[in-house]
T-cell receptor, first 113, second 116 residues
Framework: NAGVTQTPKFQVLKTGQSMTLQCAQD?????MSWYRQDPGMGLRLIHY???????DQGEVPNGYNVSRSTTEDFPLRLLSAAPSQTSVYFCASSYRGGTSEQYFGPGTRLTVT | ELKVEQNPLFLSMQEGKNYTIYCNYSTTSDRLYWYRQDPGKSLESLFV?????AVKQEGRLMASLDTKARLSTLHITAAVHDLSATYFCAVDMWGREGGTASKLTFGTGTRLQVTL
């Protein structure tokens, strides 16, 4: 199994550009989520999904959209990038919520100039 | 709003010594996770604690959860250099706000440096 994969690994955007961060998992996990990690801070939840077709907002959802059309994929879209979105983004998945270990992807380092 | 505080934020310790990292949280929860992160890397799951009094051990690390005190500890026994990393605790509000989703709130991390 590849586990949780994310692309790209690095990305530089100009303010106002849009892009999609890709996340895929091959473990047939129901639950997937996106976090951002800023320097000196822990991770903060952006959006999550408990299954295909079901998504909800986390702690810091503004400026991001998600959709989940398949169990495997959970892309994160930045609608109009802002310098405040410069961060490292991690995707995670687990078999289900509450009792299952979460597996994190390798991360995408995003810089918005 | 759930707040998760870790202390210390930075810990420099000698090889062979013991130490404890503390994770306090502000709202009732009986699910807590510990992760390790190496510089520039992703998070690696260390422990999943799912009930009051849970204790788990792996090698030189032992984690415990006291839900009444809203406190988890990560104890390091006879530290070795390979344990140098940043350690995060994360509190799960699963079941507390309805739904079936895990919503993790992370502490700010404890950067551990083990010196020779």
């Amino acid at each position: 199994n590849a586990g949780v994969t994310q692309t790209p690994k690095f990305q530089v955007l100009k303010t106002g550009q849009s892009m999609t961060l890709q996340c895929a998992q091959d473990m047939n996990h129901e639950y997937m989520s996106w976090y951002r990690q800023d320097p000196g801070m822990g991770l903060r939840l952006i959006h999550y999904s408990v299954g295909a077709g079901i998504t909800d907002q986390g702690e810091v959802p503004n400026g991001y959209n998600v959709s989940r059309s398949t169990t495997e994929d959970f892309p994160l879209r930045l609608l109009s990038a802002a310098p405040s979105q410069t961060s490292v983004y991690f995707c995670a998945s687990s078999y289900r919520g509450g009792t299952s270990e979460q597996y994190f992807g390798p991360g995408t380092r995003l810089t918005v100039t | 709003e759930l707040k998760v505080e870790q202390n210390p934020l930075f810990l420099s310790m000698q090889e062979g010594k013991n130490y404890t990292i503390y994770c306090n949280y502000s709202t009732t929860s009986d699910r807590l996770y510990w992760y390790r992160q190496d510089p520039g890397k992703s998070l690696e799951s260390l422990f999943v604690l799912l009930s009051n009094g849970a204790v788990k051990q792996e090698g030189r690390l032992m984690a415990s959860l006291d839900t009444k005190a809203r406190l988890s500890t990560l104890h390091i026994t006879a530290a070795v250099h390979d344990l140098s990393a940043t350690y995060f605790c994360a509190v799960d509000m699963w079941g507390r706000e309805g739904g079936t989703a895990s919503k993790l709130t992370f502490g700010t991390g404890t950067r551990l440096q083990v010196t020779l």
